[in-house]
């Protein structure tokens, strides 16, 4: 039996364009889109798949010529009239009521608020609302059309292109140009305020929680300004935080995007590091995307240090006194897990976050800080909106040591007990 997340994507083509117009119509939570891909393939391929889940499927097309299909649970498998190869286009046309993709990890992807929508698919979650090639690795451009009722405001990750108005419905085009996983991508539909924070960074907020929020996220610009200084440049051309009008268990980051529950403001900073959290992600894990999952701790190791660094510049517990919080909380827990590849059951296990922040500052400790913060902002630059890997990284910081890093990132990534 196939893994869930084996079970996603085909690596026989990579896409390059979504452009996906959506009409939806919020009470009866019933979406109707299609879906323009744009793709290429490195060898012939009589057949290929794309993931999409639970909705009704009315014709697919091919180079512009109608395509057999069929589905199988969540996998739309297309045929088209002759093998394609080199670069190939897809329409997809459907309909439905969607719904998360439900798994180990939840209910993932597009779902209903009580009042309006949200989409957060990490790791598994985009096939809940459009059909795609649904692997990390596989980042392309997008075109995001959406047109529902004029009451609610509609966010989008990228650039607003335009928005018009129509006697009850309003049409919002957006445009993400930086190459984008598909768990990345993001809409947010609700009756939202907005708020600036600082140079293109936006709050969404339902009017009744503007103030807890404005007070929660005040820092916000100071965190982007410290990030850029230690990671880099921040890598897209806008942050927008959403706060939902409905608890949400954890915050979750998508491309230029973050989004927060209602239970994560509460007017005293509580969640300041969670603010911190995903913010960083729009460096390690959005700018810079594991090829595959398993290597999940480049994003969350980081994140969580991003954390610790933002607590230790604004006031909070040192960097040292963290880490070594940290270090006796994981000491009590079990050393059966492999940080490097936890296997799917574990991808968001506190100790990959933890332990992976603490290889982090492993190797900070064992090259200095000279060396560390320069290997990261060079480590972010070369791989500026591109893929990511376990054994990149550990040449990368070996090149700017000078010397072999093996033995610390075997002890802490690659052996499941704790380093004396």
């Known amino acids: ?47 290929f798949g794309l993931d999409l889940s639970g909705f009704k499927v009315t014709g697919v097309q091919v180079d512009g010529r109608a395509a057999k299909f069929g589905r199988s649970g969540s996998k739309l498998t297309v045929k088209p009239a002759r093998p394609v190869v080199g670069p190939f286009t897809v329409e997809v046309r459907y309909s439905g009521n969607p719904k998360p993709v439900g798994g180990r990890w939840g209910d993932i992807g597009w779902d209903e608020l009580t009042d309006g929508v949200l989409v957060a698919s990490q790791p598994i979650g985009a096939p809940s609302w459009f059909p795609c090639n649904d692997r990390p ?8 059309t959406v047109t529902t009722s004029s009451a609610y405001a509609v966010l989008v990750t990228g650039d607003l292109v335009s928005r018009s108005a129509g006697a009850s ?72 935080v959403v706060v939902a009008g409905d608890d949400l268990e954890d915050p979750v980051e998508a491309q230029g995007m973050a989004i927060f529950g209602r239970n994560h403001v509460d007017g005293r900073r509580t969640g300041e590091r969670l603010v911190a959290h ?28 991003a954390e610790w660094l933002w607590s230790d510049a604004s006031g909070g517990p040192s960097v040292s006194e963290l880490a ?12 059966d897990l492999v940080i490097a590849d936890p296997g799917e059951a574990n991808l968001f296990d506190e100790r990959v976050y933890k332990r992976g922040a603490l290889t982090v500052h492993a190797l900070r400790g064992e090259v200095g800080d000279e060396i560390f913060f320069a290997l990261l902002r060079s480590w972010v630059a070369a791989h500026r909106h591109g893929t990511v890997t376990t054994d990149e990284f550990v040449a990368h910081a070996e090149a700017h040591a000078g010397r072999s890093l093996r033995e610390l990132f075997a002890a802490w990534l690659w052996t499941p007990a704790l380093p004396r």
Not at 12 to 26: A, E, H, P, S
Request: net charge positive.
């Open 169 to 240: 419905t309003t049409k919002w085009v957006y445009e993400r140009r930086e190459p984008t996983s598909t768990y990345l991508m993001s809409v947010q539909i609700g009756r939202y305020e907005e708020l600036a924070l600082g140079e293109s960074q936006r709050l969404a907020v339902p009017r009744a929680l503007l103030p807890l929020a404005r007070h929660d996220f005040a820092r916000q610009p100071e965190m982007v300004a410290l990030f850029s200084r230690l990671f880099g440049p921040y890598p897209f051309g806008e942050y927008v």
């Open 137 to 144: 690795a596989d980042k392309a451009a997008y075109r995001v």
């Open 278 to 305: 995903e913010l960083a992600h729009q460096w390690f894990g959005n700018s810079l995307t594991i090829v595959d999952w398993p290597q999940i701790w480049l994003n969350e190791g980081f994140a969580t240090y």
């Open 1 to 47: 039996m196939r893994s869930a997340l084996n079970s996603h994507g085909d690596s026989g083509y990579r896409v390059t364009q979504y452009d996906l117009d959506l009409d939806y119509k919020i009470m009866p939570n019933r979406l109707s889109g299609r879906a323009k891909i744009a793709a290429a393939a490195a060898r012939p391929l009589a057949k």
């Open 324 to 335: 070594a919080r940290w270090r006796a909380r994981l000491e009590t827990l079990p050393q």
